[in-house]
């Protein structure tokens, strides 16, 4: 009971720090994303009624843009860059194997809630190509040998 | 008034009308899907496209938001514009493929299916016309249902694909479905759609079930008019 | 902040800049744009303020944006009075103890810089900065100047002027290097029209790929009925592999607002949105401490420069929607809503943003606008080539020497910008075709060599200019690979509205799956073809619209390549995994047994010291072996 009123309660301040805008609805949804590292149902529910949005345009906006995600992230976000300059120098490889390293698919989160695996276009550091992106640190010139130790010092790091 | 072609014909029509209607008012037929009078046009289904000549620039527009112009010469059926139609009218049959609207819709304008293209099986008859979405929005107010998703994952209904908390099941959006996608079920005193079962009201002077209580309520709440008035069904008026 | 509604005013905020650009101490600026960042300019800049610290030097430390040079990132610049400035790469936190000894004792001994720089054009000011007055010292004289390097020597710098040398929050040096004096200039001394004339008779067109003169849109927004209007600014750079607006959004936000404000000024509009990608925080970051400084003494607000214009900017962000790069579509982000592209038979400079007259421009274009303002319309329209006036911004990316960002003036050849500014392919490989205009262009093959670099020609030979990620690929590249790599990410990034992109894009990602997989039937080549026609012609917007271009451009050029993927069922880059076979080479193999312990699906046999083989129904073709074999015994065919 207490953690929905505080989701409500923070969502009201977020649309008040947007000025009660309906055409802010993005801005305040990216504000919550960012709070809670997804966009809890109670939150949209909030959103809808103090910005007098009906749950179906609200719903709408949620799915259509990546940013946004219905369920919780792991703490850390990996990004497989697969822009172009990264695709032409084995990106491919680098997805499979964090994949199998990682036991998910993509868009999937790992069962300890450590890592979520997703693909990125494109982070535009090209010339240190192929790049993953993990807790918002960038691997440069990644191979797939070294997958496994990254992986793991994150895990110590917790 | 603007003076232009279509077709060769010569055609006159009031600034602002659309070609789709100029088109129909004198004769020609353009096929539509997604254009329905009642709701705003989107121009996604891309049945209805002709090709618009000005000048030496020809393009391929949708009729149905195309207004019309001074001097512009309009093709409904020329090779250009067929190519488009018949390759919606595939992508389409290849994405509903037990709609047999659109399956008798290719027929009529001469289409085969594609057996390239892979068959989808988890669309339904949905095209994503949005003109449910659009009625239930623009007509009825409620807006219970929407898009969710975008590309390949597109799909329609209820947020959080969750009953619908808020449909007043007056089944508008069963009705502008020009494949029939919405499944909606009505028995005697029941109306079951969008994952919500209705109770059905009677009416005050034949005693038949005319429409869902739920829908009686909402108009009663937006027009003032008291439950007892609207409880009359549209023959007793 | 100061308050600025004079010239002098702009001049003493200026003479800051310039104390602040040349502090007469030794002056250090290390490269911060988001690509330096990743490269480890970061933890130099930490060991350079160590260093500085512990050995109590009066140095002062700064950052910048890009500055072109990434492929030996994390780059410096060492200014000090009198001196040529000099610029050093590939800087580690290890040397900088040695860099520091270097500065100290006035000697290039035991780090060798790039280039010097003697004098530089302020290109907005028509003037020349000298970094010494008398001669070059000697021991600096085999060094060559910046210009004198291949990677800068056809370059002109007009939308990237001020990256790389200014520290991106500092509105004084940026006012020091010209900036705002356009602004004056068209508060001041031009009518709307005037400037308007002036764009036009610049032949700018539009930097974000479309190509549209942009001139022409401004008079056509100036005329369209309505009180209300808006300019918009597209930050939405999505083309994967491009990353020029996000420099110049970093590296140099103001050129981005003042050009913004000269244009509303024109068109008659008061307020201003910025969406940029929520992908580039930085860019968000530089350009809010920009709008802020603006705001602050006034440039931004109510009567800029004493007159009675007023106008503001707010920064929207996007929210990871390649679509939203699109103009309409991203007109409904910023209303709120999905993404969706709607028809554009009334053009948005009549009915855009809320229904009302929007001018919506890319951010190299609004870039380019104060200095057409300074330098006046008929200088631009001199460099380049007719029809294609200007520079182009390029991100030179892939299997290529030099990679980075370049400037060059419209028409350079193809090859001048591979060989002589990229400094050609990397590890001796062939060079195979080039991509411009990501997703939405096509490749240019090594037999095209010769084009001219314009929007008309890249457009006759089947691709575009785009935005201007330029990306290289040797022969390692699969073409088919390549196309549905494309089609694959515009199927999702598809906005689902209309059957021919929701529908047939996702069919033509089938079908070059399928291809790719070995699953090709004879066919398939011309059913791409024949579905290009009406995907092209019967899209919503251009997402859908220029979608086949990929795949029309790569069967045009390397329909070999389609052929031996379907016929014979091979793939002769090496690239598509359903069609080629690792293997080791008995003649080379060490039997060293590196790549069987690597080896994922422990699919590799053998003894220590003797030859090794894989087991082909095993192999999962991630290719580790080949990478981790020392002695260069491993293939793929």
């Given at each position: 009971m207490k953690k929905a009123t505080t989701i409500e309660a923070k969502t009201k301040e977020i649309v008040k720090k947007h000025?009660?805008?309906?055409?802010?609805l993005i801005a305040v949804l990216q504000d919550i994303q960012e709070t809670y590292n997804y966009l809890p149902k109670e939150a949209l529910s909030a959103v809808g009624e103090q910005l007098d949005i009906p749950a179906s345009r609200i719903y709408e906006v949620a799915t259509f843009y990546n940013t946004f995600s219905l369920n919780p992230r792991g703490q850390y976000l990996v990004e497989v860059c697969a822009g172009t300059a990264c695709h032409v120098q084995g990106a491919f490889n680098l997805m499979d194997r964090l994949k199998r390293d990682l036991n998910i698919e993509r868009g999937e989160t790992t069962k300890d809630n450590m890592f979520t695996l997703e693909e990125v276009r494109c982070l535009g550091c090209c010339s240190l190509a192929p790049v993953v992106r993990i807790g918002g640190n960038i691997h440069p010139y990644l191979t797939q040998d070294e997958i496994p130790r990254i992986l793991r010092n994150y895990r110590k790091q917790g | 008034m603007v003076n232009f072609i279509i077709d060769g014909k010569k055609i006159t029509a009031e600034k602002g009308t659309m070609v789709l209607e100029a088109a129909r008012a004198n004769g020609i037929d353009i096929p539509t899907l997604c254009a329905h009078e009642s709701v705003s046009r989107s121009g996604a289904c891309r049945l209805c496209v002709v090709e618009a000549k000005k000048g030496k620039r020809a393009k391929i527009v949708t009729s149905c938001l195309y207004p019309v112009e001074e001097g512009i010469i309009i093709e409904t059926k020329n090779e250009r514009v067929m190519n488009v139609r018949r390759l919606v009218l595939q992508l389409l049959m290849a994405r509903c493929p037990e709609s047999e609207v659109i399956r008798d819709l290719a027929k009529q304008l001469g289409v085969d299916p594609q057996p390239r293209f892979n068959q989808d099986e988890d669309k339904g008859n949905c095209i994503l016309c949005r003109s449910c979405v659009r009625v239930c929005e623009e007509v009825v107010g409620v807006s219970a249902i929407g898009f969710s998703c975008r590309g390949a994952d597109k799909a329609v209904g209820p947020p959080f694909n969750e009953d619908s908390a808020v449909c007043i099941g007056c089944g508008a959006c069963a009705f502008i479905c020009p494949t029939g996608h919405i499944e909606m079920e009505t028995t005697e005193d029941t109306r079951k759609i969008w994952g919500r079962t209705f109770k059905m009201k009677t009416c005050?002077?034949?005693?038949?079930?005319?429409?869902p209580e739920d829908q009686l309520k909402y108009i009663s709440k937006k027009t003032g008019v008291p439950m007892k008035e609207l409880a009359v069904c549209m023959d007793c008026r | 902040m100061k308050k600025i509604s004079t010239l002098d005013d702009l001049k003493k905020a200026g003479d800051k800049g310039l104390k602040s650009l040349f502090p007469g101490d030794v002056k250090i600026v290390v490269g911060m744009a988001t690509s330096g960042i990743a490269s480890g300019a970061g933890e130099v800049y930490e060991a350079l303020k160590t260093e500085i610290k512990k050995r109590k030097l009066p140095y002062i430390l700064t950052k910048t944006g890009s500055m072109g040079m990434d492929f030996i990132e994390p780059l410096i610049d060492v200014i000090e009075k009198d001196k040529p400035r000099l610029a050093y790469g590939k800087m580690t936190p290890d040397k900088v103890p040695q860099l520091i000894d270097q500065i100290v004792k006035g000697t290039i001994d035991k780090i060798r810089p790039v280039y010097r720089v003697d004098e530089e054009d302020i290109i907005a000011k028509r003037e020349k900065k000298h970094y010494l007055t008398g001669a070059v010292p000697e021991y600096l004289k085999d060094i060559p100047t910046m210009y004198e390097v291949p990677f800068y020597k056809k370059q002109v710098k007009i939308a990237t002027r001020n990256c790389g040398i200014i520290d991106p929050e500092s509105i004084e040096e940026y006012i020091a290097r010209g900036g705002y004096l356009s602004l004056h200039k068209a508060l001041s001394a031009m009518s709307a029209e005037g400037i308007v004339e002036d764009v036009i008779k610049s032949g700018l067109r539009g930097r974000g790929g479309g190509g549209f003169p942009t001139g022409v849109k401004w008079q056509s927004c100036r005329r369209a009925q309505g009180d209300i209007k808006y300019v918009i600014c597209n930050g939405d750079e999505g083309d994967p592999g491009a990353y020029m607006d996000r420099s110049v959004m970093e590296g140099d936000p103001h050129s981005v607002i003042e050009g913004m404000i000269i244009g509303a000024y024109a068109v008659g509009a008061q307020e201003g949105f910025i969406y940029v990608r929520n992908e580039y925080p930085l860019a968000v970051a530089n350009l809010t401490k920009a709008i802020e400084d603006a705001r602050g003494c006034g440039l931004l607000g109510k009567n800029i420069f004493g007159t009675n214009f007023n106008f503001d900017i707010k920064i929207s962000k996007g929210a990871g929607a390649f679509v939203c790069g699109e103009s309409t579509a991203l007109m409904a982000s910023l209303e709120g809503k999905a993404g969706e592209p709607r028809a554009k038979y009334i053009h948005t400079v009549e009915h855009g943003l809320w229904d009302r007259p929007s001018n919506l421009n890319n951010v190299e274009t609004w870039a380019n606008v104060p200095v057409i303002i300074s330098r006046g319309g008929k200088w631009f329209s001199e460099i380049g080539v007719p029809h294609s006036t200007g520079t182009k911004v390029f991100s030179l990316v892939g299997k290529i020497s030099n990679i980075g960002l370049v400037e060059v003036p419209m028409g350079i050849s193809l090859k001048d910008i591979i060989y002589d500014i990229g400094g050609g392919i990397p590890g001796g490989n062939k060079f195979k075709a080039v991509q411009t205009g990501g997703p939405s262009g096509g490749c240019i093959p090594a037999t095209m060599m010769n084009l001219s670099v314009d929007f008309d020609a890249l457009w006759e030979a089947g691709s575009m200019m785009g935005s201007g990620g330029m990306i290289v690929m040797d022969e390692k590249t699969c073409m088919v690979d390549l196309a549905r790599y494309f089609i694959e990410f515009l199927v999702s990034e598809s906005c689902g509205k209309c059957t021919p992109c929701r529908e047939g894009v996702r069919r033509m990602n089938d079908i070059l799956h399928d291809i790719c997989a070995g699953r090709g039937q004879e066919g398939d080549v011309e059913m791409l073809e024949s579905m290009a026609k009406g995907i092209v012609d019967g899209s919503l917007c251009a997402l859908g619209g220029s979608a086949p271009n990929p795949v029309l451009s790569t069967i045009k050029y390397f329909r070999e390549e389609y052929d031996a993927h379907i016929k014979q069922k091979k793939c002769p880059a090496g690239v598509c995994r359903a069609l080629i076979k690792y293997e080791i080479n008995a003649k080379k193999c060490t039997g060293c047994t590196v790549c069987a312990k690597k080896c994922p699906s422990e699919c590799i046999s053998g003894v220590k010291k003797k030859v090794h083989k894989i087991d082909q129904k095993k192999c999962i073709k991630c290719g580790i072996c080949m990478e981790s074999c020392k002695f260069n015994a491993i293939t793929v065919k």
């Open positions: 000025g009660r805008d309906k055409t802010s | 005050a002077v034949c005693g038949r079930y005319f429409a | -």
